[in-house]
């Protein structure tokens, strides 16, 4: 007689794992996000938090939810956010060079 319990076993405290570690690196990405200093940085870690957070919502069996927060929360809303923080940069080196020349 075979025991089939302990692959399922095994499989449920993986998963657990993976759960549990998951959190844990939304919580680091989202840390490191808000104290960061560097805004590129941050914009990098934002995506990459949408993304782990679409993770989430698969393991949570959203997948629906978790493709609009790839395709949302991550990928338009990062990109918009690294337009600005382009032209954000572009208007401080222009605001530095009309500052030296007067």
């Known amino acids: ?8 076993e095994i ?13 844990l690196t939304l919580l680091g990405v989202a840390w490191r996000l808000l104290a960061g200093r560097d805004l590129f940085r941050s914009v990098v870690l934002f995506i990459a ?5 679409s993770l989430a919502w698969v393991r949570l ?12 929360g991550a990928g338009v809303t990062g990109a918009l956010l690294l337009v ?11 605001s530095r ?4 020349n007067t």
């Open 11 to 23: 499989t449920t405290w993986l998963l657990i794992g993976f759960d549990v570690l998951l959190a």
């Open 1 to 8: 007689m075979q025991n089939h319990a302990m692959p399922d």
């Open 49 to 53: 938090f949408g993304l782990l957070l």
């Open 84 to 94: 600005a923080l382009g032209r954000l940069r572009r208007l401080e080196n222009r």
């Open 97 to 100: 060079r009309e500052g030296k």
């Open 61 to 72: 069996a959203a997948p629906d939810v978790a493709l609009a927060e790839a395709a949302i």
